[in-house]
Nanobody, 126 residues
Framework: QVHLVESGGGLVQAGGSLSVSCAASGRTLSGGAMGWFRQAPGKEREFVAA????????FYADSVKGRFTISRDKDKNTGDLQMNSLKPEDTATYYC???????????????????WGQGTQVTVSS
């Protein structure tokens, strides 16, 4: 089992920056990956970014590429998502997720992730 707890987020004006963090506890994520997804009211959950835990290979959704940066700290068992140049359309609940096995073909597929955090709100005002 992996327990994930997000922190950070909040309210920021368009063009600003925020970061969200995810603390993982329980079994190791070694060999697996951590991802970030988001869901806005009335919309489907969408992939934001993912990072493989051991090698640190990174994947981004096109909508956030160049603006968001995902990272992980293997020693602290934490992951971070730094969000810059935020837009109102980035407003959503952001979820941290973890998967035990990697498949590069499905890093953006939410159903392939085994564990989920409770979510943290990010609101970008125009």
């Amino acid at each position: 089992q992996v327990h994930l707890v997000e922190s950070g987020g909040g309210l920021v004006q368009a063009g600003g920056s925020l970061s969200v963090s995810c603390a993982a506890s329980g079994r190791t994520l070694s060999g697996g990956a951590m991802g970030w997804f988001r869901q806005a009211p009335g919309k489907e959950r969408e992939f934001v970014a993912a990072i493989t835990w051991t090698a640190g290979r990174i994947f981004y959704a096109d909508s956030v590429k160049g603006r968001f940066t995902i990272s992980r700290d293997k020693d602290k068992n934490t992951g971070d998502l730094q969000m810059n140049s935020l837009k109102p359309e980035d407003t959503a609940t952001y979820y941290c997720a973890a998967r035990i096995r990697i498949s590069y073909a499905s890093m953006s597929v939410g159903n392939e992730y085994d564990y989920w955090g409770q979510g943290t709100q990010v609101t970008v005002s125009s």
